[in-house]
């Protein structure tokens, strides 16, 4: 079955400390997106990529890099230059930026800072 | 980035009852989309809606998109407790590809 798969589901990070969260997709969707959800609060767009090797800031982009080198592939780096790093990852992909289509989401990466 | 206010932020009700929920936009939307969020997975798409008075159900819930273009609109009828999660909207503005999403409605269904 088609889908997205992020990994680990839960990720602890000593302070001061680089993290890296996987996702993977297989619906050969061009467009890729982080989000940062916190609770009470709505998704926050981190990072976005339209194809291979592009990728865009969104409105929290600060403390964290992405790199896009295969269509499937969209890792998320949470460096130590982000200062409350605590929260639910999601990443999720779309057919292409242009499609009237939603997202499909992957199940999450819950960090926690130790 | 573009705001949405979704409303309620959170709802306690009894299993059976129905349920409504909103979200508006300051801007004209060509697209809103209606998921759900279980407690540690990723949100699930329920509802698409892509022209304006578009009605469109899914079982026991229906979603309509707002004749202003700025609205829409959630509905569950007789809520069982698997209904429990978080509801999200999320809408896309004529200008632009990017979608916003709501800060959520939170349900609770009491058996």
């Known amino acids: 079955d088609g889908g997205i798969t992020q990994s680990p589901k839960y990720l602890f990070r000593k302070e001061g400390q680089n993290v890296t969260l996987s996702c993977e997709q297989n619906?050969?969707?061009?467009?890729m997106y982080w989000y940062r959800q916190d609770p009470g609060q709505g998704l926050r767009l981190i990072y976005y990529?339209?194809?291979?090797?592009?990728?865009q800031k969104g409105d929290i982009a600060e403390g964290y890099s992405v790199s896009r080198e295969k269509k499937e592939s969209f890792p998320l780096t949470v460096t130590s230059a982000q200062k409350n790093p605590t929260a639910f990852y999601l990443c999720?992909?779309?057919?292409?930026?242009?499609?009237?289509?939603?997202?499909?989401f992957g199940s999450g990466t819950r960090l926690t800072v130790v | 980035g573009q705001q949405l206010n979704q409303s309620p932020q959170s709802m306690f009700i009894q299993e059976g009852e129905d349920v409504s929920m909103n979200c508006t936009s300051s801007?004209?939307?060509?697209?809103w989309l209606w998921y759900k969020q279980e407690p540690g997975e990723g949100p699930v798409l329920l509802i698409a809606?892509?022209?304006?008075?578009e009605l469109t159900s899914n079982g026991r819930l229906t979603a309509q998109f707002g004749i202003t273009r700025k609205d829409s609109f959630l509905n569950i009828s007789a809520s069982i407790p698997s209904d429990v999660g978080i509801y999200f909207c999320?809408?896309?503005?004529?200008?632009?590809?990017?979608?916003?999403f709501g800060t959520g409605t939170s349900l609770t269904v009491i058996p």
């Open positions: 619906l050969n969707h061009d467009a």
């Open positions: 999320a809408g896309r503005p004529n200008t632009g590809n990017q979608f916003y």
């Open positions: 990529s339209q194809i291979v090797n592009d990728f």
């Open positions: 801007s004209i939307f060509n697209t």
């Open positions: 809606l892509y022209k304006a008075g």
């Open positions: 999720a992909s779309r057919p292409g930026t242009g499609a009237p289509y939603g997202y499909t």
